[in-house]
T-cell receptor, first 114, second 117 residues
Framework: AQTVTQSQPEMSVQEAETVTLSCTYD???????LFWYKQPPSRQMILVIR??????QNATENRFSVNFQKAAKSFSLKISDSQLGDAAMYFC???????????FGQGTRLTINP | EAEVAQSPRYKITEKSQAVAFWCDPI?????LYWYRQILGQGPELLVQFQDESVVDDSQLPKDRFSAERLKGVDSTLKIQPAELGDSAMYLC???????????????FGAGSRLTVL
């Protein structure tokens, strides 16, 4: 079974600055996928970015990028040029090939200071 | 853009009462999930369907919770009787497999928030 750990319950950043959210995971599988989801207050969870474990290149989506360290089982999310709309709970998640379900971390609450 | 529909959005009930939640996944998504999210925590899987069949219900408290997806489309999650500890957000999600990467991509509904008094 896989586990996902987010060690930062809360983070804050000044608007326009860069922030990095940490995530570590554990799985014995070799074929798996990693995700970051965003959950704004009272709104639904949406996918921010995903990474296939077989890819060495880090995924990027506009202002969002990841630092995937496979050997260390680390998967951090970097948000550049932070905007007020980035304020939300961020969840790191892992799924293994075949099982399809997502296992989530505990979440990091990100606050953006104007 | 296609969405996962859930109802009701909010439900307040007294303990020992029955409660039901409904989910309509994105058309064509064969896999449907029910997650429970306690305030301030990450979602935890309750049950996973592939079409009308249960794939994983290992974390579903079967003495009081039941879930069905009779025609392999929409789904109902029921709690009877409700307990104080059941207060949480109940999230439904459906997924497709990305052909290029093989990743299973989940889309979530807005959730049903349950308060048990």
């Amino acid at each position: 079974a896989q586990t996902v750990t987010q060690s930062q319950p809360e983070m804050s950043v000044q608007e326009a600055e860069t922030v990095t959210l940490s995530c570590t995971y554990d799985t014995s599988e070799s074929d798996y996928y990693l995700f970051w989801y965003k959950q704004p207050p009272s709104r639904q969870m949406i996918l921010v970015i995903r990474q296939e474990a077989y890819k060495q290149q880090n995924a990027t989506e506009n202002r969002f990028s990841v630092n995937f360290q496979k050997a260390a089982k680390s998967f951090s999310l970097k948000i550049s040029d932070s905007q007020l709309g980035d304020a939300a709970m961020y969840f790191c998640a892992c799924s293994i090939q075949g099982a399809q379900k997502l296992v989530f971390g505990q979440g990091t609450r990100l606050t953006i200071n104007p | 853009e296609a969405e996962v529909a859930q109802s009701p959005r909010y439900k307040i009930t007294e303990k020992s009462q029955a409660v039901a939640f409904w989910c309509d996944p994105i058309s064509g998504h064969a896999t449907l999930y029910w997650y429970r999210q306690i305030l301030g925590q990450g979602p935890e899987l309750l049950v996973q369907f592939q079409d009308e069949s249960v794939v994983d219900d290992s974390q579903l408290p079967k003495d009081r919770f039941s879930a069905e997806r009779l025609k392999g489309v929409d789904s109902t999650l029921k709690i009877q009787p409700a307990e104080l500890g059941d207060s949480a957000m109940y999230l439904c999600a459906s997924s497709f497999r990305d052909g290029a990467s093989g990743a299973n991509v989940l889309t979530f509904g807005a959730g049903s928030r349950l308060t048990v008094l």
